[in-house]
């Protein structure tokens, strides 16, 4: 990273985040705020708001430190493989039930990175599928269904 220049991408970014920032915030100004103690409904969103201005305020304070270095090359096999697993865990978690739907995403998700060997895919996806129950049904309590109605269960 160098330390002198302007970055223009990232000074845009921080500007955005500000923009956004001050619109959210005018619009909760018109919901009641209320205190610390006994939060209106306008609270939550103003104090999101103010950290979304101060984030942009960071970054456009970092963007003009230093210089963009450039963007590498998009990720294409990520995209393919990660944002279809997320939307087939959502599609099918109710009727597959969750182990199954959690076990079929991980291992979807796996094949983004081209090192990825089917063996190792389903041993990995078995581990987030075991840790997974482990904290949320037994160590959260969420009731989740274990195994749904499409497979008979």
Same mark, same amino acid.
């Given at each position: 990273? &160098?330390? +002198?220049?302007?970055? &223009? ?43 979304? +201005? ?5 970054? *456009? ?5 230093? *210089?963009?270095?450039? *963007? /590498?090359?998009?990720? !294409? ?12 865990? /959502?599609?099918? +978690? ?40 482990? *904290? ?13 109605? !499409?497979?008979?269960?």
């Amino acid at each position: 990273m &160098k330390s +002198v220049g302007f970055d &223009k991408t990232n000074a845009l970014c921080g500007a955005l985040f500000i923009l956004f920032g001050v619109f959210f915030a005018l619009q909760a100004l018109d919901l009641p705020i209320g205190t610390a103690f006994r939060m209106g409904p306008g609270y939550f969103p103003l104090v999101l708001a103010g950290a979304l +201005v101060l984030l942009g305020l960071i970054i *456009v304070v970092q963007a003009l430190r230093t *210089v963009h270095e450039g *963007v /590498g090359p998009i990720a !294409w096999r990520g995209l393919l493989f990660i944002l279809p697993s997320a939307i087939f865990f /959502g599609i099918t +978690v109710r009727g597959l039930g969750f182990v199954p739907a959690l076990f079929a995403t991980a291992f979807i998700a796996s094949f983004a990175s081209s090192r990825m060997t089917p063996l190792m895919a389903a041993v990995l996806s078995v581990a987030l599928t075991v840790f997974s129950v482990v *904290v949320f049904s037994y160590g959260l309590g969420l009731p989740f269904r274990s195994f749904g109605p !499409w497979l008979g269960y």
